[in-house]
C-alpha cells in the first residue's frame, strides 16, 4: 500500500513564529505532490503544489527532496489563522489520477 | 454560491438502513470522487469516476456504491448502514491535479 506519512502533532507555536513540517512518501513514481489546509470539521483546501523547484507564495515555502522522497512546508510568521491541520498529497502516476493524502500535521498558533 | 454541495449535511440512520448521499458541483470537471474520514485515519477514496461511463472502486469500496447520474451528480449509497460506516464524508472533483471539495456529510449509523 502507498504510504504519506507525517508528524501528526500537535505542532504548539507562539505567534510570529517559524514552523516546518516534513511528509515522506512512499512511491518513487509519485508525480506531483500538493499541500492541503483543512480547518475543524470543514473541507480540505488546497494551499499549494509542491513543484521541483521549490515554490513561495507569501509566508509559505514548500520544497521537494525526491532524492529521499520527502516534502517540506515552512510558514514564516505564524498568525493565528494559521492555526489547522495540513495535509500532505501525493499523486501517484501521471494523468492526475487519484491521489494518496497523509493522515495531517495539526498546528496551533496561539497568542 | 459553493461549487460542490451535499445533501444531507447531517444524517443520523440506523443498522440495516439504506441511506444515500448526493453530491452536485456546478464546475463542470469531469472527475469527482467519494472520500471518509475517519479521526486519526485521514482520507480515504471509496469511488471515483472520470466521466458519466467510468466508474472505479476506491481503496475502501466495500459495502458501497455509486451513481453517476450526469456530469454533475455523484452519489453514494449505502445498502445497509453499519455502525463502522459512521464518519465523516467528502466529495470532490478535479481539475488539473487540484481537487475541490464539498462542505462533507457527517453520517452516524447507530
Excluded at chain 1, 514564516?76 to 493522515?103: H, P, Q
Excluded at chain 2, 469531469?30 to 467510468?54: A, C, E, N
Excluded at chain 2, 450526469?70 to 481537487?99: D, R
Aim: charged share 20%; hydrophobic share 30%; net charge neutral.
Amino acid at each position: 500500500r502507498k504510504e504519506v506519512e507525517q508528524d501528526p502533532g500537535p505542532f504548539n507555536v507562539p505567534e510570529g513564529a517559524t514552523v516546518a513540517f516534513n511528509c515522506t512518501y512512499s512511491n518513487s513514481a509519485s508525480q506531483s505532490f500538493f499541500w492541503y489546509r483543512q480547518d475543524c470539521r470543514k473541507e480540505p483546501k488546497l494551499l499549494m503544489s509542491v513543484y521541483s523547484s521549490g515554490n513561495e507564495d507569501g509566508r509559505f515555502t514548500a520544497q521537494l527532496n525526491r532524492a529521499s522522497q520527502y516534502i517540506s512546508l515552512l510558514i514564516r510568521d505564524s498568525k493565528l489563522s494559521d492555526s489547522a491541520t495540513y495535509l500532505c498529497v501525493v499523486n501517484e502516476g501521471s494523468g492526475y489520477s487519484t491521489l494518496t493524502f497523509g493522515k495531517g500535521t495539526m498546528l496551533l498558533v496561539s497568542p | 454560491d459553493a461549487d460542490v454541495t451535499q445533501t444531507p449535511r447531517n444524517r443520523i440512520t440506523k443498522t440495516g438502513k439504506r441511506i444515500m448521499l448526493e453530491c452536485s458541483q456546478t464546475k463542470g470537471h469531469d472527475r469527482m470522487y467519494w472520500y471518509r474520514q475517519d479521526p486519526g485515519l485521514g482520507l480515504q477514496l471509496i469511488y471515483y469516476s472520470f466521466d458519466v461511463k467510468d466508474i472505479n472502486k476506491g481503496e475502501i469500496s466495500d459495502g458501497y456504491s455509486v451513481s453517476r447520474q450526469a456530469q454533475a451528480k455523484f452519489s453514494l449509497s449505502l445498502e445497509s448502514a453499519i455502525p463502522n460506516q459512521t464518519a465523516l464524508y467528502f466529495c470532490a472533483t478535479s481539475y488539473q491535479g487540484e481537487q475541490f471539495f464539498g462542505p462533507g456529510t457527517r453520517l452516524t449509523v447507530l
